[in-house]
């Protein structure tokens, strides 16, 4: 580990532990029990949290359904709803670093990307905010002189909101302000390992003014508040991002009552790298990709497929790289790679890269846990696998670390293949030179994104969300937007030019 770049602990006086409660019909709510988050990078208490349970699930539903049908928010205009969402950003903005602290500390990732999320994630509420007042139905006037159709664009409903631990504050922003932006009443159930910020996001939704029951926060763990989340009648949508085991089971739950549901759940993306890529740059990107977020990112480009002709140049490079990959204290702003959410799940990545050794890969990097001094060991080396076949676990399974799997090819019709031979299609990449290659993979590999000479690039544009079982529907953009509205037709007669069905002479 000696070549390896390790930041070591910093001086910083940790805050108080932050302390969160329920949002139930505008009003804070103690819970009768509450849950401790300790901080996998420095080992202290960062958080205590209301715990949630069936009950209080029932109230945040009851006080979503009852602000929804009061039309509140339902039924005022866009231009009121965006108004509120702008506030919202600016308020973001105004509390990046207080929401960034916690962030770091119960999720273990850097202090610098914390910041980069919380900044970016205005932008997502000010596009949302843009929808709201450019949103509209059509009109079919070419039906004859006597018909007009219209077609509507109403809010679905009740929104249950399920986030994950290791994007609290971006996952939600991905789909609260496009909620509240079609006009959606909600409850919120955040990971109960980084439940802060969406407590803090509830904070910022009083100041901007959000009337009391349309964003309600229930804290707490899957069982029995997710339950609750996926199969309450009240509830007219569903939207997860988490595993795909999880969102297998939410699919389940929600069927009883036929609720839609929205999910973007777990990736193995390739990045496929070419003879003629610009090596540099597509080194840096596959360096980046894997080590993002410590590698506990559906994104993560955890596998790339490289022409064997330069394999072992491009392997060397990225090793090289990874050496210069500044893991450790999260709280240093020079960090680049923080510690694993828990020591249960750095066992589980290390546990992929060991079966792999014994299967007859080979460890180019890493390979195992990673003590920073002053911080413990709840950390893990920079791993790179080469030697690996596609029927590995390693190559076929969500390892969620920083482990970056190797594969060879020798034609563009085979790199395809081992591109889509996974039962994910989350996104996938391509390294070339040649726009024709680009475009042939873009079209033919399965994913809901693909990205060409670039990693990881994302607009609130822009549509996010896969394909298989990486999920089903889509975040931000139009397209995630839309996902929260329903379609009515409305069909009007002009004047009494209607033929009678029955008879009267008869």
Not at 451 to 476: C, H
Not at 481 to 499: D, H, Q, T
Request: net charge negative; with cysteine.
């Amino acid at each position: 580990m000696k070549d390896l770049t390790i930041n070591t602990a910093i001086e910083f006086d940790l805050p108080a532990p932050f302390v969160g409660r329920h949002l139930i019909a505008g009003e804070w709510v103690d819970g009768a029990e509450t849950s401790e988050r300790v901080s996998p990078s420095h080992g202290a208490v960062v958080s205590v949290s209301a715990k949630g349970d069936e009950a209080m699930a029932e109230r945040a539903f009851a006080a979503a359904r009852a602000s929804f049908d009061a039309g509140v928010w339902s039924r005022i205009s866009g231009k009121e709803r965006a108004t509120v969402l702008l506030k919202v950003a600016d308020l973001i903005e105004a509390n990046v670093e207080r929401i960034a602290i916690y962030e770091t500390l119960e999720s273990g990732k850097p202090i610098s990307q914390s910041r980069g999320e919380v900044e970016g994630a205005a932008d997502l509420w000010r596009y949302a905010a843009s929808l709201a007042r450019t949103s509209h139905g059509d009109s079919h006037n070419s039906l004859g002189e006597d018909m007009l159709g219209v077609v509507l664009k109403e809010p679905i409903g009740v929104v249950s909101i399920i986030t994950p631990w290791n994007f609290p504050f971006w996952i939600l922003s991905q789909k609260l302000p496009f909620a509240l932006a079609a006009g959606c009443t909600v409850v919120v159930k955040p990971s109960e390992m980084t439940p802060s910020s969406t407590v803090m996001m509830g904070e910022l939704l009083m100041e901007a003014g959000l009337p009391a029951g349309v964003c309600n926060i229930v804290l707490g763990f899957g069982q029995p508040v997710g339950q609750v989340m996926s199969t309450h009648p009240d509830v007219d949508m569903v939207t997860f991002t988490g595993s795909t085991a999880v969102g297998k089971m939410i699919t389940q739950a929600a069927s009883g009552t036929l609720k839609k549901v929205a999910l973007e759940l777990g990736g193995k993306n390739p990045q496929v790298i070419c003879p003629d890529a610009d090596l540099e740059s597509a080194a840096d990107a596959v360096t980046f990709g894997v080590y993002f977020n410590v590698g506990q990112c559906c994104n993560s480009s955890s596998r790339i497929i490289v022409h064997e002709d330069i394999a072992e140049d491009f392997v060397a490079r990225v090793v090289a790289l990874s050496r210069k990959v500044r893991f450790g204290d999260p709280l240093d702003p020079e960090t680049q790679v923080g510690a694993i959410v828990t020591s249960e799940h750095a066992a589980k990545i290390d546990a992929y890269v060991q079966a792999a050794v014994a299967a007859g890969a080979t460890v180019e990097l890493g390979g195992g846990a990673l003590s920073v001094d002053g911080l413990g060991d709840q950390f893990y080396q920079p791993t790179v696998v080469s030697g690996v076949s596609a029927d590995m676990a390693i190559a076929r399974e969500e390892v969620f670390g920083p482990v970056l799997v190797v594969m060879t090819y020798r034609t563009l019709e085979e790199a395809i293949a081992l591109t889509n031979d996974s039962e994910y299609g989350l996104s996938a990449g391509i390294w070339s030179e040649d726009i024709h290659t680009c475009l042939e993979f873009s079209r033919r590999a399965a994913a809901g994104t693909v990205w060409t000479n670039t990693w990881m690039d994302g607009y609130p544009e822009l549509a996010f969300g896969g394909v298989k079982q990486s999920g089903q529907g889509r975040e931000i953009g139009r397209y995630g937007f839309e996902e929260f509205l329903e379609v009515k037709s409305l069909v009007m007669r002009v004047g009494r030019s209607r033929a009678p069905w029955v008879k009267q002479d008869v």
